[in-house]
């Protein structure tokens, strides 16, 4: 076999090779236009990932500027509510209980005379940290298992798969109200449990299915025909193409994940006192709708600006990342 | 078809230089730039080219169907039996299609609903078009598969698209596009997803039934082989444009095009084991970016100066037939040398 | 070596021998308790030898079976039964180490140039990944001349080794592909349909590609293709298969020139023909029927439904892969292996 893989008539060679590397610099397009494709697609300039691709379409996209926007905000509320909110929100003054807007308190004051405006503000905290707790817990769960089921097939793919109908089977609320009114803990974590035991079946069943596609693509084929081990078609070939739709769907389900905590609070079988969350302040004011409604509409008005966020977020990283899902 | 004295009348479909674009994140994609061509009742013109030449694109502009947008039709003419296609309201230019022009697609399986049987597929031509009673169009469906060569049609009319092998699913596209009795048929690539067997078979039964109901014919195609066997004419199309358009029989035996003139001889042929083949150097242009002058000059053997300023023109290169080279007469005549030194 | 000469066919040993290769799928019902029905009889007991530096090429229709030929011998599949010999040891045997030693000379260039790169690495990544899962084949700090060496040897030009595989037309993303196959210098390419997803003009391109390379680098083809001139042009040896079977095999001038088996003989006659002086006085062997499944194939020869020439025998007795009795005497082209009761030489390819 030669020494070098550059035989000495390779270079300037009169055939069709050495004229493609002439011409290489005008990208091409051999695609049929038939497909509905427009011709002359193909980007010619510097080289693009498929994150950058989206990038570049996110940032143009004024739906993702203003739910990233609001998101940025509202995680750094979250983090340091005394930016914005100088009060305390366990303070209470029940002299002043219901009463509306006064100086100082814009949104007023609770049936136990706390500020509404600082109780809105620390609600963020909860809401962010399940949902984000919720999601990342559930994609990792979800992607784990439902990517092995969908890479090794066969008895995993059945037992993972029977698994996660049972999980799918449970009524949400029905689940909550039972599972979540045993526990006494405050903290958030019963509640992100319980969120991720039932929202991983979701996102295990994408997962599966997307890495069932990218499984059966030649270069995952190439790579097996070189020699290459599990390990390494699954980490360099399978998840990196299967990837997308696990975030879009996940991005997504942050939104209603929140919105989920927030009935379960309301309906008392989520967060509990002290903890500061939206849904316990609306469950409360939902009492008084009539004399102090303001009670209810700024807490509630919050949450669903924050779930729309998110829920819009997940649409414009959906048509960035994945265009055929449009 | 070519038994020579056939004089082709009026033409039915007369093309004038249609214009396509498709606009895209990435600039403006000039598909097609001024093509025109004529069709025959009777006739069979072949639209020869790569993928992305524009023979796809020109067709689905003449059938309608162009995905808009980003596709946009922005000029030319397109005169189907004497009235402009581009003139006409949605409405009308919906009943032409289906009715007096039909098309055949590459992939049958894609093509067909995969959730109704054939025979309701077929049926509700008839159904919709005619307005038959479901019973009598079912009838008829039958009878469209007896015709299209589909063995025990009558037991299978009720099965699926799936339920069928790839040839006998095609001669179900074929039976759709003839169902209404079109004046016009435009197949693009209809047997190259097939079998060679099966594909002689599938361009037997077009060819006969073209010829049963004098029917023009568009076939469009990059297969050299195909072309040979079936047109009377043949358009090359090169980079959105008609480079060459010749009687078949004369453009085989001299092309006057050099991009024509290369796919013929970088064919690996059956006849004979080859040594080197000819390779027409680089790759089709992108067509956001068309090279000026002749679009063809960068990979072109004969280029000269002018061939990087000035589009050539289409040339009469004889009767019936027409090249747009600057030196057509070269590549007629002596360019066979001139192609063996580059080779 | 002289094209079509049966003398020049090189060294006696060869590389790869494969006995009697049977590939069954098996058909199965049942969810939960998969009970076997049947099986998909893809490739049903062939044999062929490939010597080095040669070509051999495999044709046949879709569902023939020759795909899944190209996999097992490359190990995307395990052979039902058989034997693949690589250097007289049974490779479909090996596992583990001995596997992946024997996998590096063994390579495969894929079909379509769209979906057989990673769109998620650069040209680089892709090429060099088989020293990544090989790495005594080349020191790490040796990788990236070696893959802009390997950029040139197929066309291209190295300062591409960044880019992203979409940033290439198909023709260059072949190229692509083959340098990936070229990396560990193998000894043998399969290659699996390596231009029929390519423009006209740009497979000629590849077809000279892969004949330089050959040269070059004394590489053994198996080309599996269905266009048949493309097979003539680069294969010196050529097997015909059909519905799991070969039905016949020769030199390109034996099989081309000189067909005895009717299915060979169809085959070729059917293939358009370039040359429309040629349509008017060709005959055309016009097949009927489609080609069955092979989860049932016909008993006998399985070519007996769509032959014209088909027999009570045909049904009965399966032909055996030889050289026909009536051509056993004769040192002529027709003396070539053709699995056919009644075997007879015809001529189906006009004279270029």
């Known amino acids: 076999m030669p020494e070098s893989y550059v035989p000495k008539e390779a270079i300037g060679h009169g055939d069709g090779g050495t004229a493609a590397l002439a011409m290489g610099e005008a990208e091409s397009l051999e695609r049929a236009p038939a497909a509905g494709r427009p011709p002359g697609g193909e980007p010619t300039g510097k080289p693009r990932s498929l994150w950058s691709d989206a990038w570049h379409d996110l940032r143009r996209n004024p739906v993702f500027v203003v739910s990233a ?35 100082g308190h814009p949104f007023g004051y609770d049936t136990q005379g706390r500020d509404v405006y600082t109780r809105v503000v620390y609600g963020a905290r909860a809401s962010i940290t399940v949902g984000t707790c919720a999601t990342a817990g559930a994609a990792l769960l979800g992607s784990l298992l439902g990517g092995l089921a969908g890479f090794f097939g066969g008895w995993w793919d059945t037992l993972l798969s029977r698994l996660a109908d049972i999980f799918f089977g449970i009524p ?42 990218a499984k059966q693509n030649d270069y995952v084929q190439a790579a097996r025909a070189l020699g290459a081990g599990n390990g390494r078609m699954l980490l360099r070939h399978i998840a990196p193409n299967a990837v997308a739709p696990v975030i879009v769907v996940a991005t997504i389900a942050l939104g209603t994940y929140i919105a989920l905590e927030a009935t379960l609070s309301y309906l008392g079988a989520g967060l509990k006192p002290p903890t500061v969350s939206w849904g316990i302040d609306i469950s409360t004011a939902s009492t008084y709708i009539r004399n102090a409604p303001h009670m209810l509409l700024w807490p509630a008005g919050a949450l669903s600006i924050t779930v729309l966020a998110f829920i819009m977020l997940g649409d414009a990283v959906r048509d960035a990342l994945d265009p055929k899902l449009r | 078809m070519t038994n020579g004295g056939v004089r082709h009348g009026e033409p039915l479909l007369d093309v004038r230089d249609l214009r396509v674009e498709f606009r895209t994140r990435d600039g403006v994609a000039r598909a097609v730039n001024g093509v025109s061509y004529t069709v025959a009742a009777g006739q069979t013109l072949a639209v020869l080219g790569e993928s992305g030449s524009g023979k796809s694109v020109t067709a689905q502009a003449v059938m309608g169907i162009l995905d808009s947008p980003p596709g946009f039709v922005t000029g030319g003419e397109i ?43 077929l049926g509700e031509m008839f159904e919709v078009h005619e307005g038959m009673s479901r019973k009598k169009a079912r009838g008829r469906a039958v009878e469209l598969m007896e015709r299209v060569g589909i063995p025990a049609a009558r037991e299978r009319v009720g099965d699926y698209p799936h339920q069928f092998s790839g040839g006998m699913r095609q001669r179900i596209m074929i039976a759709m596009a003839l169902a209404l009795r079109p004046d016009l048929i435009i197949a693009d690539e209809p047997t190259t997803a097939l079998d060679v067997t099966v594909q002689a078979q599938v361009m037997d039964l077009l060819a006969e039934l073209q010829r049963e109901f004098t029917m023009g014919l568009i076939l469009i195609t990059h297969d050299l082989g195909v072309v040979a066997d079936v047109a009377d004419t043949i358009a090359v199309m090169y980079a959105g444009r008609i480079v060459e358009t010749a009687p078949v029989h004369q453009l085989y035996k001299a092309p006057a095009h050099p991009y024509t003139r290369g796919l013929l001889e970088s064919i690996p042929r059956l006849g004979h084991k080859g040594r080197e083949l000819y390779a027409i150097k680089g790759l089709p242009p992108n067509l956001t970016a068309i090279p000026p002058g002749c679009a063809f000059h960068p990979r072109c053997p004969l280029a000269r100066d002018i061939c990087r300023t000035d589009p050539p023109p289409l040339y009469e290169a004889g009767p019936d037939r027409a090249s747009a080279c600057h030196f057509w007469r070269e590549t007629l005549d002596g360019g066979k040398e001139i192609f063996d030194g580059a080779r | 070596m002289a094209p079509g000469d049966p003398a020049s066919v090189p060294a006696p040993e060869p590389l790869l021998e494969v006995r009697d290769l049977v590939k069954h799928f098996p058909l199965t019902q049942g969810v939960l308790f998969k009970k076997q029905v049947g099986a998909v009889k893809a490739v049903d007991g062939i044999s062929f030898d490939l010597h080095r530096g040669e070509t ?41 180490r001995a596997l992946k030693a024997v996998r590096r000379n063994i390579q495969m260039v894929f079909q379509d140039p769209y979906t057989s790169l990673n769109p998620r690495m650069t040209v680089g990544d892709i090429i060099g990944e088989p020293y990544e899962i090989h790495p005594e084949v080349a020191p790490r700090g040796d990788r990236r001349r070696k893959v802009q060496e390997l950029l040139e040897v197929v066309g291209l030009n190295p300062e591409f080794i960044n880019r992203y595989p979409h940033q290439f037309s198909g023709g260059q993303r072949q190229r692509i592909g083959i340098a990936r196959g070229l990396a560990l210098r193998p000894e043998i390419i399969v290659a699996d349909e390596p231009v029929s997803a390519l423009d006209v003009s740009v497979q000629a391109q590849v077809v000279n590609l892969l004949a330089r390379l050959q040269s070059d680098f004394d590489i053994s083809y198996v080309f599996i293709a269905h266009d048949l001139s493309v097979v003539r042009h680069i294969s010196d040896r050529v097997a015909v298969m059909y519905l799991g079977r070969i039905a016949e095999t020769g030199t390109g001038e034996q099989i081309y020139d000189h067909p005895t088996h009717p299915y060979t ?35 006998g020869c399985r070519f007996r439904t769509r032959c014209w020439k088909a027999q009570e025998l045909c049904a009965q007795v399966e032909p055996p892969l030889e050289v026909p009795t009536e051509f056993r005497e004769s040192t002529g082209p027709a003396h070539h292996p053709s699995a056919c009761h009644f075997a007879e030489e015809r001529r189906v390819v006009p004279d270029a």
């Open chain 1, 69 to 103: 926007l609001v998101i940025v905000f509202l995680v750094v509320i979250a983090i340091w509510p005394q930016l914005i909110a100088t009060g305390n929100p366990y303070r209470a003054d029940l002299a002043k209980a219901q009463e509306g807007a006064a100086p």
């Open chain 1, 172 to 213: 949400v609320l029905l689940g909550g109200l039972v599972f979540l009114s045993v526990v006494t803990s405050t903290t958030v974590w019963p509640v992100v449990g319980f969120i991720v035991l039932l929202g991983w079946p979701q996102i295990g069943r994408i997962a599966r299915g997307s890495v069932v596609t």
């Open chain 2, 79 to 121: 005169l189907f039996q004497g009235r402009d296609l581009l003139k006409l309201g949605k409405e009308e230019r919906r009943k032409v299609r289906g009715a007096r022009m039909a098309m055949i697609f590459q992939d049958a399986l894609s093509s067909l609903n995969p959730v109704l049987t054939v025979g309701a597929q």
């Open chain 3, 56 to 96: 051999l090429g495999i044709v046949g229709e879709s569902g023939c079976g020759k795909s899944t030929v190209a996999r097992m011998l490359v190990g995307l599949e395990r052979p039902t039964a058989g034997q693949i010999r690589y250097r007289g040891q049974d490779i479909t045997r090996l596992s583990g």
């Open chain 3, 265 to 299: 003989q169809a085959l070729l006659s059917a293939v358009p023909v370039p040359d429309p002086e040629a349509r008017e006085h060709r005959e055309r062997i016009l097949l009927t029927g489609d080609v069955p499944s092979p989860a049932h194939p016909p008993s």
